[in-house]
C-alpha cells in the first residue's frame, strides 16, 4: 500500500503483538516497541507515527478524580505505564507526528488533554461494553459527517468490535466527538480545530484485530493512518 518506509511506534501492552503484526503486514512498515519498561522514549525520534495501544485502565488520579478507584481492580492499573505514555504524547504532540490511539489509547489522550472517564460503565448506567465469554462485544457505531474518521471509513454507520468497561466523559477542550456507540458511548475523538497541528485519530473500538479484516473499520484505519504520515 505504501510505497515508502515507515517507522510506527506502538506503546506496549499485553496484546502488543497484534498490533505489530496489522502493521507489518504493509510492505515498508517496521514497529517498534513503546515501552515504560525501558523508558524508551528517545525511540519516538526514529518514528514516523505513534500508536497508543489498549490495555490496564488509566488510573483516576490523572484526571483528578481519585475517588473513582473505588470502581478499580488494582491489577487493572499501571501508573508507570500511565506516567510513560502521558510522555509519549507529549513528545509525538510536541514533535507534531501523527498519532492514533486505539481504546485506552483513546481514553489516555483525552486525559493528557484535560479531559475526564467513566471508571466503569455499566456503573454509571450504560450497557456493558467488555468481552463477553472471551470473544469482543459486537456493537454499531455512528460516524459523524465533518471528521478524519468519516474521511477515513467513508461509512456513516458500521459494526465494531469493543472490549472496554471505562470510556470517555468530559471531552478534552481541543478535541470533539467523531462517532457514538447507539447507547450514547462516544467512539471517537480529533481535534476540534486541526490547524498547525499534527493528525490525531483516537477510536475506542480495536481495528487491529477485528474479525473482518477487510471491514473500512479496520483496515481503513490503518491504511488512511499511513498515508498521511
Same mark, same amino acid.
Request: glycine share 6%; with cysteine; aromatic share 8%.
Given at each position: 500500500m505504501?510505497?515508502? *518506509?515507515?517507522?510506527?511506534?506502538?506503546?506496549?501492552? @499485553?496484546?502488543? #503483538?497484534?498490533? #505489530?503484526?496489522?502493521?507489518e503486514k504493509? $510492505?515498508? !512498515?517496521?514497529?517498534?516497541?513503546?515501552?515504560?519498561?525501558?523508558?524508551?522514549?528517545?525511540?519516538?525520534?526514529?518514528?514516523?507515527?505513534?500508536?497508543?495501544?489498549?490495555?490496564e485502565?488509566?488510573?483516576?488520579?490523572?484526571?483528578?478524580?481519585?475517588?473513582?478507584?473505588?470502581?478499580?481492580?488494582?491489577?487493572d492499573?499501571?501508573?508507570?505505564?500511565?506516567?510513560?505514555?502521558?510522555? =509519549?504524547?507529549?513528545?509525538?504532540?510536541? &514533535?507534531?507526528?501523527? %498519532?492514533?490511539?486505539?481504546?485506552?489509547?483513546?481514553? =489516555?489522550?483525552? !486525559?493528557?488533554?484535560?479531559?475526564?472517564?467513566?471508571?466503569?460503565? $455499566? @456503573?454509571?448506567?450504560? $450497557?456493558?461494553?467488555?468481552?463477553?465469554?472471551?470473544y469482543?462485544?459486537?456493537?454499531?457505531?455512528?460516524?459523524?459527517?465533518?471528521s %478524519?474518521?468519516?474521511?477515513?471509513?467513508?461509512?456513516?454507520?458500521g459494526?465494531? *468490535? @469493543?472490549?472496554?468497561? &471505562? @470510556?470517555?466523559? =468530559?471531552?478534552?477542550?481541543?478535541l470533539? =466527538?467523531?462517532?457514538?456507540a447507539?447507547?450514547?458511548?462516544?467512539?471517537?475523538?480529533?481535534?476540534?480545530?486541526?490547524?498547525?497541528?499534527? $493528525?490525531?485519530?483516537? !477510536?475506542?473500538w480495536h481495528?487491529?484485530?477485528?474479525?473482518?479484516?477487510?471491514?473500512?473499520?479496520?483496515?481503513?484505519?490503518?491504511d488512511?493512518f %499511513?498515508?498521511?504520515?
Amino acid at each position: 500500500m505504501t510505497e515508502k *518506509n515507515l517507522t510506527i511506534g506502538i506503546t506496549d501492552c @499485553s496484546k502488543w #503483538a497484534n498490533y #505489530a503484526s496489522w502493521f507489518e503486514k504493509i $510492505p515498508g !512498515v517496521t514497529v517498534v516497541k513503546l515501552t515504560w519498561k525501558e523508558n524508551n522514549l528517545n525511540e519516538i525520534e526514529k518514528c514516523d507515527g505513534i500508536v497508543l495501544s489498549g490495555g490496564e485502565d488509566v488510573h483516576p488520579e490523572f484526571y483528578k478524580k481519585p475517588d473513582f478507584i473505588s470502581f478499580l481492580k488494582p491489577n487493572d492499573l499501571n501508573v508507570e505505564r500511565d506516567e510513560f505514555e502521558i510522555k =509519549v504524547i507529549d513528545k509525538t504532540l510536541q &514533535q507534531k507526528k501523527p %498519532l492514533l490511539g486505539i481504546c485506552r489509547g483513546l481514553q =489516555v489522550t483525552n !486525559v493528557f488533554l484535560g479531559g475526564t472517564l467513566i471508571p466503569d460503565i $455499566p @456503573s454509571f448506567g450504560k $450497557p456493558s461494553h467488555s468481552k463477553k465469554i472471551g470473544y469482543d462485544e459486537i456493537h454499531l457505531v455512528n460516524i459523524f459527517e465533518d471528521s %478524519l474518521l468519516k474521511k477515513f471509513i467513508g461509512k456513516g454507520r458500521g459494526e465494531v *468490535n @469493543s472490549a472496554h468497561h &471505562q @470510556s470517555a466523559d =468530559v471531552i478534552a477542550p481541543d478535541l470533539k =466527538v467523531t462517532a457514538l456507540a447507539d447507547d450514547g458511548i462516544i467512539e471517537g475523538l480529533e481535534w476540534k480545530n486541526p490547524t498547525n497541528k499534527s $493528525p490525531l485519530l483516537l !477510536v475506542q473500538w480495536h481495528p487491529e484485530r477485528m474479525k473482518d479484516t477487510e471491514s473500512p473499520f479496520s483496515k481503513n484505519i490503518r491504511d488512511e493512518f %499511513l498515508k498521511i504520515i
